[in-house]
């Protein structure tokens, strides 16, 4: 079974801001990297078809933004 991405850290996050908007601070935010590519991942979208897996950017509103550190949802 293939395993999520890690968790981005702090900086990866603050490297977003910005350019990702809400996905920049949300708990939901898998960041999958290529050698010269960064991609914003929703793995909200692998339990809900209403959520992109792949959001266009930035998102300025989404109903399924949960900030960091927010434990429901
Ligand atoms: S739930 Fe919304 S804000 Fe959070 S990662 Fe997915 S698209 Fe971005």
Redo the contacts with the bound molecule.
């Keep these: 079974m293939k395993r999520p991405p890690p968790s981005p850290t702090e900086a990866e996050r603050a490297e977003l801001t910005g350019r990702?908007?809400?996905?920049a601070?949300?708990?939901?935010?898998?960041l999958l990297r290529s050698p010269n590519s960064l991609f914003?991942?929703?793995?909200?979208?692998d339990h809900d078809t209403a959520?992109?897996r792949y959001?266009p950017l930035p998102?300025f509103a989404?109903?399924?933004?949960?900030p960091t550190g927010e434990v429901s949802g």
């Design positions: 990702a908007g809400l996905c601070s949300c708990r939901h935010l898998q914003v991942r929703c793995a909200r979208s959520f992109p959001p998102v989404c109903p399924g933004h949960a």
